[in-house]
């Protein structure tokens, strides 16, 4: 377990226009019932996609907090092992959300599909026009509406030393139900956080028993420094490169480091 990050003493460059909300017809004029529902919420902000299929693409990030692992490497500790933030009725984070001119929306945590309301959620932002990631370990299933179903499941490399969590984390890390209802629903991308070469059988193991295509595949590397970043891409390109798959980047760290609001 490690502390939260430090913030950045200058914020990265904010690439979506604020723009004003009250220009915006209300969402909600017929659904007055999900107005208040509850979502805890650790920050809502403006960013590039750092990962995966929509690296570099300019994108607000909803993220939410509270999970139901313990990843010994989790880099949003503020979400899960020391989880902050704050509870907001529904309508004040779409509010939030439509102050940016910015197509792509990510929610993601913590894991944000503990909450019910994610499923309003994710029904209130379509009817804005947003492009929607969900970021999700893949533990819990909800009927949500999303473009892209980020799926990144935790290998056991990610399980942590410290009880009782150890074994709660074990115990709750595969789902394989709740991943086969993502796949059958939802387009989807696998991200794998790869921590040494020996992970690369367990990914393995997950490609082999949900049937998944090979361009559907992302390594990603457990780093918390640009360094990191660097050292470990170069022998998940060879890995990747032998078995038809895919390296993510992990352009947020590569920029500014492991920080809040990047």
Not at 23 to 51: C, D, K, N, V
Not at 131 to 137: G, P
Not at 170 to 181: D, S, V
Not at 242 to 255: A, F, M, N, T, Y
């Amino acid at each position: 377990m490690r502390a939260s990050p430090t913030p950045r003493s200058t914020p990265p460059e904010i690439v979506c226009r604020s723009m004003s909300f009250a220009s915006l017809s209300s969402p909600f004029s017929s659904r007055s019932e999900t107005r208040s529902m509850p979502l805890r919420i650790s920050e809502i902000y403006a960013a590039e996609q750092g990962e995966g299929l929509h690296a570099g693409v300019p994108s607000i990030f909803v993220r939410t907090t509270g999970c139901n692992l313990r990843c010994w490497y989790c880099d949003t500790p503020h979400t899960s092992w020391q989880p902050e933030g704050e509870i907001l009725p529904l309508d004040e984070v779409v509010r939030q959300v439509a102050e940016f001119d910015c197509e792509h929306v990510v929610v993601t945590g913590g894991e944000p599909l503990l909450q019910p309301a994610i499923v309003p959620l994710t029904d209130e932002l379509h009817r804005l026009g947003k492009y929607l990631t969900i970021e999700t370990a893949g533990t819990v299933y909800r009927p949500l509406v999303a473009d892209l179903v980020s799926l990144s499941p935790k290998l056991a490399n990610s399980t942590p030393a410290d009880p009782p969590w150890n074994a709660r984390h074990e115990r709750l890390r595969h789902n394989p139900e709740a991943l086969e209802q993502f796949r059958a629903r939802h387009r989807c991308q696998w991200k794998f956080v790869i921590d040494s070469v020996v992970d690369l059988a367990d990914v393995e193991r997950y490609v082999a028993e949900l049937s998944l295509s090979a361009d559907e595949i992302w390594l990603m590397p457990q780093a918390r420094t640009p360094e990191e970043v660097r050292d470990k891409t170069a022998f998940l390109e060879v890995a990747a490169r032998e078995r038809g798959w895919r390296v993510s980047p992990r352009l947020h760290i590569e920029k500014y480091g492991n920080v809040r609001g990047t």
